[in-house]
C-alpha cells in the first residue's frame, strides 16, 4: 500500500522556520519525484516545491524561493521541507504527493497524496 505520511507542521510566529517531512513507504521511493503543495483556506492548492527521483534536482514556486529548501533522503524514504523566514501567507495545509521520475507542473500528474499537515503562522 502506497503511503506518505507528513509531519512538523505547527504554529510558529512569522519570521520563524519549521521543517517539514514527508515518510513514503509501498513503492520504489528511489523512482519518484516528491512534490510539497499546500492549501490556504479559500484558495486553490499551489504547488510549492518538488525534488526529482533520478538527479535530485529542485525546483521552487516563485512565493517560496529563497525560503524554502527541499531535500531527500533515499535510505530512509523521506523528503524534507526546511522553510524559513515563515510569513502569515505561508499559512496552509501542507501535503506531499509522489509522480513517477521528474516533477511536473500539473498537480494531476502526482498520483498518490499524505493527508496533509497544518502550519499556521501569526504576525
Known amino acids: 500500500e502506497v503511503q506518505l505520511v507528513e509531519s512538523g507542521g505547527g504554529l510558529l510566529q512569522a519570521g520563524g522556520s519549521l521543517r517539514l517531512s514527508c515518510a513514503a513507504s509501498g513503492f520504489t521511493f528511489d523512482d519518484y519525484a516528491i512534490g510539497w503543495f499546500r492549501q490556504a483556506p479559500g484558495k486553490e492548492r499551489e504547488g510549492v516545491s518538488c525534488i526529482s527521483a533520478s538527479d535530485g534536482s529542485a525546483v521552487y514556486a516563485d512565493s517560496v524561493e529563497g525560503r524554502v529548501t527541499i531535500s531527500r533522503d533515499n535510505t530512509k524514504n523521506t523528503v524534507n521541507l526546511q522553510m524559513n523566514s515563515l510569513k502569515p501567507e505561508d499559512t496552509a495545509v501542507y501535503y506531499c504527493?509522489?509522480?513517477?521520475?521528474?516533477?511536473?507542473?500539473?498537480?494531476?500528474?502526482?498520483?498518490?497524496w499524505g493527508q496533509g499537515t497544518q502550519v499556521t503562522v501569526s504576525s
Open positions: 504527493a509522489a509522480t513517477a521520475g521528474y516533477c511536473s507542473s500539473w498537480e494531476g500528474d502526482f498520483g498518490s
